[in-house]
């Protein structure tokens, strides 16, 4: 099992940034990428990065290209996500998932983070 744990949501106003953290923790050698995805009120549980190990790749979101940036620390078993340029559209509980190969559909993740909520203002 991997037991995923994301930390860094919180409240900041549109065109601020946040930092968001994803520790992993238990058989992270099983792990080849981590994505975050997220989730707003009323609606599905969209794709926002993924990274990869082998093959090395950054995967984005349109909606995020240009202002978000995946990232990883092997030594750490952590994953970030650096979101610059925030929009009010994205407000959502942002969850860290992670597997064995990269996908963009949430299906195919196996290991998944409690969320973490990021809130901008207008």
């Known amino acids: 099992q991997v037991q995923l744990v994301e930390s860094g949501g919180g409240l900041v106003q549109a065109g601020g940034s946040l930092g968001l953290s994803c520790a992993a923790s238990g058989r992270t050698f099983s792990i080849n990428n981590m994505a975050w995805f997220r989730q707003a009120p009323g609606k599905e549980r969209e794709f926002v990065a993924a990274?990869?190990?082998?093959?090395?790749?950054?995967y984005y979101a349109d909606s995020v290209m240009g202002r978000f940036t995946i990232s990883r620390d092997n030594a750490k078993n952590t994953g970030y996500l650096q979101m610059n340029s925030l929009k009010p559209e994205d407000t959502a509980v942002y969850y860290c998932?992670?597997?064995?190969?990269?996908?963009?559909?949430?299906?195919?993740?196996?290991?998944w983070g409690q969320g973490t909520q990021v809130t901008v203002s207008s």
């Open positions: 990274i990869s190990w082998s093959p090395f790749g950054k």
């Open positions: 998932a992670a597997s064995g190969y990269s996908s963009r559909r949430s299906s195919d993740y196996r290991y």
